[in-house]
């Protein structure tokens, strides 16, 4: 199958639709699948395009919220290319500018289209409402519009990765057409311990300089309002044993503000912030700690806790459905609802060895089921529901011709027979 994904981000740059995406395209080829990604550039006025590893990025300009670019424009040359792939499918991960594009060019070019809904918009409106009450309310009202307007009335197949996202459209938005649950795959075998080089898990345990009697939780992401690390630093205050440290792997535009935060409750000594951590050393982050945990409650599915359990960390969530596709609580992690909760865990899994080991065993148990093979084929499948939806689509407005054909020579058969009779009458 020719497949072409259509995603606003995409490596260098990071973020969950990034790594969800490439993850995509490295699983369809593993099948034999031949797969294009068309993207946002940094150039704003020339595109370019990798022809060994079948990458388009269009020009595109920065929109001054973290690194995301927006595609400027779509030259015919970049049309003309995608169009000389031949592609047997669109599956777009956006509803903004690379989404819009994949709509139109899936349109003229009469290609299936499918959609996977990545984002939970209506977590982000604060960024454009600045938290005004009813500005807030119109901005989700129209985050709710679009969203159904994508997924409803473009697309032949529609993607969620998980059961918060299904009930998000089920529940809250009413959408009634078919809806397939596919949870992100990563690849598990690149947090496994055995395959980590030893001199490198050193380095970097010696980088973070953590003591032997340390308990080190956790937290992989973006330092902004939304992953709630607030949450997690005010939680610090109600820890017991001193031994707890929080070690906050990433970036983002409130890192500084988490740094004083810490500052100003007087848990700097128990909390570290290492800024971004290049992805080929991720997993010797995770395995320098005993805990993953995270209070984010934006999150579709939350692919950091899948590479957690993958390197043999139990889990501790924040009550929310996004996790409940890969944490079951007292088998391979815990739920917590308030900064409390969260605190007392922390405390009982540092002291209850037994709990955490069985925890652990379980949590790279269950990772494995989201193996890149099974993300893949699950794909491959809602392409080909797409396609045949696409094709009874196609076929309908010749079934109507064939009906409208029939129906008027039965009218005509019908005169034909009334005009005989007349005229057999007058006779």
């Given at each position: 199958?020719?497949?072409?994904?259509?995603?606003?981000?995409?490596?260098?740059?990071?973020?969950?639709?990034?790594?969800?995406?490439?993850?995509?395209?490295?699983?369809?080829?593993?099948?034999?699948?031949?797969?294009?990604?068309?993207?946002?550039?940094?150039?704003?006025?020339?595109?370019?395009?990798?022809?060994?590893?079948?990458?388009?990025?269009?020009?595109?300009?920065?929109?001054?919220?973290?690194?995301?670019?927006?595609?400027?424009?779509?030259?015919?040359?970049?049309?003309?290319?995608?169009?000389?792939?031949?592609?047997?499918?669109?599956?777009?991960?956006?509803?903004?500018?690379?989404?819009?594009?994949?709509?139109?060019?899936?349109?003229q070019f009469g290609i299936p289209l499918v959609h996977t809904y990545h984002t939970m918009y209506k977590d982000y409106?604060?960024?454009?409402?600045?938290?005004h009450k009813y500005f807030d309310l119109g901005c989700k009202k129209a985050v709710e519009y679009l969203s159904k307007?994508?997924?409803?009335?473009?697309?032949?197949?529609?993607?969620?990765?998980?059961?918060?996202?299904?009930?998000?459209?089920?529940?809250?938005?009413?959408?009634?057409?078919?809806?397939?649950?596919?949870?992100?795959?990563?690849?598990?075998?690149?947090?496994?311990?055995?395959?980590?080089?030893k001199d490198k898990l050193l380095d970097v345990k010696k980088k973070l300089n953590y003591k032997k009697n340390d308990?080190?939780?956790?937290?992989?992401?973006?330092?902004?309002?939304?992953?709630?690390?607030?949450?997690?630093?005010?939680?610090?205050?109600?820890?017991?044993?001193?031994?707890?440290?929080?070690?906050?792997?990433?970036?983002?535009?409130?890192?500084?503000?988490?740094?004083?935060?810490?500052?100003?409750?007087?848990?700097?000594?128990?909390?570290?912030?290492?800024?971004?951590?290049?992805?080929?050393?991720?997993?010797?982050?995770?395995?320098?700690?005993?805990?993953?945990?995270?209070?984010?409650?934006?999150?579709?599915?939350?692919?950091?806790?899948?590479?957690?359990?993958?390197?043999?960390?139990?889990?501790?969530?924040?009550?929310?459905?996004?996790?409940?596709?890969?944490?079951?609580?007292?088998?391979?992690?815990?739920?917590?609802?308030?900064?409390?909760?969260?605190?007392?865990?922390?405390?009982?899994?540092?002291?209850?060895?037994?709990?955490?080991?069985?925890?652990?065993?379980?949590?790279?148990?269950?990772?494995?089921?989201?193996?890149?093979?099974?993300?893949?084929?699950?794909?491959?499948?809602?392409?080909?529901?797409?396609?045949?939806?696409?094709?009874?689509?196609?076929?309908?407005?010749?079934?109507?011709?064939?009906?409208?054909?029939?129906?008027?020579?039965?009218?005509?058969?019908?005169?034909?027979?009334?005009?005989?009779?007349?005229?057999?009458?007058?006779?």
């Amino acid at each position: 199958m020719r497949i072409g994904l259509f995603t606003d981000s995409y490596p260098p740059y990071i973020n969950g639709v990034s790594t969800s995406v490439e993850t995509l395209k490295k699983s369809l080829e593993d099948l034999g699948h031949i797969v294009y990604v068309v993207t946002v550039g940094q150039d704003a006025t020339n595109y370019d395009y990798d022809e060994k590893n079948r990458i388009l990025k269009v020009p595109g300009i920065p929109l001054g919220i973290y690194d995301y670019r927006a595609a400027s424009i779509y030259p015919l040359r970049v049309v003309n290319k995608i169009k000389s792939w031949k592609l047997d499918v669109i599956h777009s991960h956006t509803e903004l500018c690379m989404g819009i594009f994949a709509r139109l060019f899936a349109k003229q070019f009469g290609i299936p289209l499918v959609h996977t809904y990545h984002t939970m918009y209506k977590d982000y409106t604060y960024y454009v409402s600045r938290n005004h009450k009813y500005f807030d309310l119109g901005c989700k009202k129209a985050v709710e519009y679009l969203s159904k307007f994508y997924c409803d009335k473009t697309a032949n197949a529609f993607i969620v990765p998980t059961i918060k996202t299904y009930h998000l459209f089920r529940n809250e938005y009413d959408y009634d057409k078919d809806i397939y649950i596919v949870p992100t795959g990563i690849d598990c075998t690149r947090f496994y311990e055995e395959n980590l080089d030893k001199d490198k898990l050193l380095d970097v345990k010696k980088k973070l300089n953590y003591k032997k009697n340390d308990f080190v939780v956790i937290f992989v992401g973006r330092m902004a309002e939304e992953k709630n690390i607030e949450f997690l630093l005010r939680s610090m205050l109600h820890v017991k044993n001193k031994n707890i440290k929080l070690l906050l792997v990433g970036d983002g535009p409130d890192k500084e503000k988490y740094e004083q935060l810490a500052q100003d409750l007087n848990v700097e000594k128990s909390v570290k912030f290492t800024g971004v951590v290049p992805w080929d050393e991720m997993p010797y982050y995770y395995h320098n700690a005993n805990v993953a945990v995270t209070a984010s409650k934006t999150e579709t599915q939350g692919l950091t806790v899948i590479e957690a359990m993958a390197s043999n960390l139990p889990a501790v969530c924040i009550e929310d459905e996004a996790f409940h596709t890969m944490v079951v609580d007292g088998m391979n992690g815990k739920f917590f609802e308030t900064e409390e909760e969260c605190a007392k865990l922390l405390d009982k899994l540092k002291e209850d060895k037994k709990q955490l080991n069985n925890l652990s065993n379980k949590s790279k148990m269950v990772a494995k089921k989201f193996s890149l093979e099974e993300f893949a084929t699950s794909v491959l499948d809602v392409y080909n529901a797409a396609i045949d939806n696409f094709n009874n689509k196609k076929d309908i407005p010749s079934i109507i011709k064939r009906v409208v054909k029939k129906e008027k020579e039965k009218f005509s058969k019908k005169n034909k027979e009334v005009d005989e009779d007349v005229s057999s009458t007058k006779q």
